[in-house]
């Protein structure tokens, strides 16, 4: 019997690594744990996208004592942009971004998702607000283009500082918190880490959903 020590099991994937950043799963995948508190969500992997960082945040998570249980879910259609994303001239290798009916369940189940999607900043503010359009769910974005609030809140989406009016507001999620300059394809400095650690906490003590 272990004493002084504390045993958990970590689900990382449910199929096959590919590519750079191999150690992330195949897309149209999801690691799922027994109590779904935090959701990590990625890009779909290829020749543009980069998924690492993702399992750098989760596992970041568990060795500073967020002792929650964190799914990863790598999209299906996680490339390209919203084929309603607005000025935006077609999507990556002509691939739409797009959310499954069982993705949306998967991400509704937690009470907090990390959103990560890249380095083009029109496509990582449609992409969130394509998500939480969907997806009632508090989030902390994580990017390597610096975006703010104000972008989303353009776009129709709900932030904790910003809010579009009343006729403009397009989802039903809201974004918490945002942690740009987290390089795609390299692990985050321990500040951004930090950064992402600190907001995933404060949420899981007060997860709001909204009615």
Known sequence: MPMGRVTQVVDCREAMGMGKGGGMAQRGTISECRYPDVIVVGMSPGRRHVTKPVCDITSALRQQGVEYSISTLILNAGSGVPPDAPSIAGGVLGAYFGLTEKEIRQIERHKVAILHHGNVRSHVVQKVRYILQYCNIPAVVVSQAPIDFEDLAKEGVKTALVMPPPDKIRTKGT????????????????????????EVMRLMKNPTKSE
Request: charged share 25%.
């Open 175 to 198: 974004v918490m918190a945002i942690v740009s300059g987290v390089t795609r394809g390299q692990t985050p400095t321990r500040e951004k880490m930090a950064d992402v650690v600190r």
